[in-house]
């Protein structure tokens, strides 16, 4: 339930009818739902024409009717497979992510689900430009759905740094674990600039280089009081697993993923002027090369404010 309300949370759930979009709003049905309200919804995207090229052959009406009708009729279809607590529907003309990032502000969405690959394939899909728009206009999180597991994850790798975005991730995972039970495994990828300057550091003050079991103690602090923090949030922890590893921060998580088997990632996106920017490039690196769902958590626009 949304804090606050009485009313179960919204999920918006994109669809455009390629099997990625059908599968991704069936497989968190499956899991997600079990108190919260569905949005099915699908954007129609119309040619765009300008000049004389649009006077002359202007889109017919009954065209964008008929389409709109059998947008809705097929929305119904799959809504009535889906089991929800309650399923309504969504079909607007315009850029799939325009749409999407309104309807889900309309109605409060606390959640906006998408298939990784649309209808024309792996590269015009729900990735790149589209997921961009959306965690950018959008105020709630946003899962992209890829190689779906068997009913509700059971291992979420979630990558961790200390920013204003961490309680977030933090919220999220604790309500990801009460609706899967999943085992989450922190991990905090310290860069090569950040080793390089405590190696450097540590030379500097004992003439000699640290080992590698030294530098695992000198990272121990940070591990366990990850760890402590998804304790205290209220994940038992007999289910949270802690590391930190060393190197390039995308393949660092990817490597992760695959280690611990992995079945959904959680990264975050700041508010303010860098979330206006494209996602950063670790992000989008583990979003194109994940081949599980992603988690893009949104720090709200709120948490800027003095």
């Known amino acids: 339930m949304t804090e606050g309300t009485n009313r179960p949370d919204r999920i918006v759930i994109g669809v455009d ?31 765009e024409m300008s000049g004389a090229l649009a006077s002359r052959l202007p889109m017919p009406e009954l065209l964008l009717a008929n389409a709109k009708n059998g947008a809705e009729r097929r929305l119904r279809e799959l809504g009535a497979t889906l089991g929800a607590h309650a399923i309504s529907i969504e079909v607007h003309e315009g850029r799939p992510a325009d749409v999407i990032a309104r309807v889900a502000q309309a109605c409060n969405a606390d959640l906006i689900v998408v298939g990784k690959h649309g209808e024309a394939g792996i590269h015009r899909g729900y990735t790149g430009r589209t997921t961009d728009h959306l965690v950018r206009a959008s105020s709630a999180s946003v899962l992209v759905s890829d190689g779906f597991p068997e009913g509700a994850p059971q291992r979420i790798l979630v990558p961790v740094t200390r920013s204003s975005i961490t309680p977030y991730i933090i919220d999220r995972t604790r309500r990801l674990f009460e ?69 390039e921060v995308s393949e660092g998580i990817i490597h992760a993923a695959a280690q611990h088997h992995a079945d959904m990632i959680v990264v975050g996106s700041h508010a303010g002027p860098t979330r206006r920017l494209l996602l950063g490039s670790a992000a989008s690196a583990v979003l194109r090369e994940a081949g599980v769902p992603v988690l893009i958590v949104v720090e709200p626009e709120s948490s800027l404010r003095p």
Not at 19 to 40: D, G, M, Y
Not at 197 to 223: K, N
């Open 17 to 47: 009818f390629s099997p990625s979009s059908v599968a991704a709003a069936k497989w968190v049905s499956c899991w997600v739902t079990r108190c919260s309200e569905l949005v099915l919804v699908h954007a129609l995207v119309v040619p």
């Open 179 to 247: 609706l899967s039970q999943a085992e989450i495994f922190l991990v905090h990828v310290v860069g090569s600039a950040v080793l390089g300057h405590v190696m450097t550091m540590s030379a500097i003050r004992s003439g000699q280089d640290l080992s590698p079991e030294e530098v695992d103690e000198v990272f121990s602090e940070d591990r366990e009081g990850w760890k402590r923090e998804l304790v205290n949030a209220g994940i038992p922890e007999a289910k949270v697993f802690a590391e930190v590893t060393f190197g």
